[in-house]
């Protein structure tokens, strides 16, 4: 479900990326695994390229916390993805 939400980021189709993000946080989080950061670095890129900045804002919070879990802060492509964050989502001033 993950790698279908960000094809479809990749592609454009933000509003549907950001549907099928969901669903596969809601997976994973049903599943017991917990929320993962891909789904959430994802849901953050969409609702900025949707011009939801508080909403992007919220989900790069969550993102971040997810991050840095000794699970995942070494992981080379959520390093990626924080890079990808950080150009695209500027910090408050």
């Known amino acids: 479900m993950n790698t279908l939400g960000v094809a479809l980021y ?3 189709r933000f509003e549907q990326a ?13 599943a017991g695994r917990g929320q993962q950061p891909a789904d959430w670095a994802f ?8 011009g939801q900045q ?8 969550t993102f971040q916390t997810l991050a ?7 992981n080379a492509e959520v390093l990626a ?5 950080d150009e695209m989502i500027p910090a408050k001033p």
């Open 10 to 12: 990749r592609y454009g």
């Open 43 to 50: 849901i953050s890129m969409a609702h900025w390229k949707l």
């Open 54 to 61: 508080e909403k992007a804002r919220a989900a790069f919070e």
């Open 81 to 85: 993805w924080k890079k990808e964050l």
């Open 18 to 30: 950001l549907t099928t993000l969901s669903r596969s946080d809601a997976m994973y989080v049903q």
């Open 68 to 74: 840095a879990a000794d699970r995942w802060k070494a």
